[in-house]
Nanobody, 119 residues
Framework: QVQLAESGGGLAQAGGSLRLSCAAS????????MGWFRQAPGKEREFVAR????????YFPESVKGRFTISRDSAKNTVFLQMNSLKPEDTATYYC????????????WGQGTQVTVSS
């Protein structure tokens, strides 16, 4: 089992920045690929970022590429999502997720943290 706890959400103005954190426990952190997803009211859940277990590779959709970065700190069992140049359309609940590096789906999810970007 893996427990995930997000933090760092809040209110930001358009053009501003926020950093989300996700603390993981319960399984060797270094064996996990970590991801971030978001879901806005009335919309489907959207992939935002992924970092491989080694931290060597990251993935982003076009909607956030160049604005968001993902990183991980193995000493703290924590993954971060740095969000810059925020837009109102980034408003959503953001979820941290984890999967074994060999898995194709995310088996573990956090409870989410709200991000609201005002124009």
């Amino acid at each position: 089992q893996v427990q995930l706890a997000e933090s760092g959400g809040g209110l930001a103005q358009a053009g501003g920045s926020l950093r989300l954190s996700c603390a993981a426990s319960g399984r060797i952190f270094s064996s996990l690929d970590m991801g971030w997803f978001r879901q806005a009211p009335g919309k489907e859940r959207e992939f935002v970022a992924r970092i491989t277990s080694s931290g060597s590779t990251t993935y982003f959709p076009e909607s956030v590429k160049g604005r968001f970065t993902i990183s991980r700190d193995s000493a703290k069992n924590t993954v971060f999502l740095q969000m810059n140049s925020l837009k109102p359309e980034d408003t959503a609940t953001y979820y941290c997720a984890a999967r074994a590096s060999y898995a194709s789906t995310y088996a573990y999810w956090g409870q989410g943290t709200q991000v609201t970007v005002s124009s």
